[in-house]
């Protein structure tokens, strides 16, 4: 994220201002629209880093009704067998909205994969 903020000259905000902005409004007329790549691509890797998150969800959830999709899928694994076809099944289940939202916001996380790695 900081190579957003570094990108955004600071002459932006003062023209803003002079033209008739605030601060306030500056901030959301025109910082925000040139930071939403950057934002959106961070929010989409916490958002996946989070969904698939496995770990903390087995060490610190005991309730069944509970438990996140990893864990549940973590369950089809026995000691004598693995449930295959279940496990598929609640895979793809698990990968739908991940999916979806890589498809909505794919324009702006590629926008700001590459704009972060250009360094002025």
Known sequence: MRSFF???PDSLE???CVDGCSQVGALVRVVIPIMLPGIVATFV???TGAWNELLAAVLFITKDGAK???VGLSSFVNKISVEWGQ???GGII???PTVIMFAFMQ???VEGLTAGAVKE
């Open 45 to 47: 890797f916490a958002f």
């Open 107 to 109: 324009k702006y996380l």
């Open 94 to 96: 698990a990968m739908i």
């Open 87 to 89: 496990m598929c099944a």
């Open 68 to 70: 996140t999709i990893p």
């Open 14 to 16: 003062e023209a803003a």
């Open 6 to 8: 570094a990108r955004i």
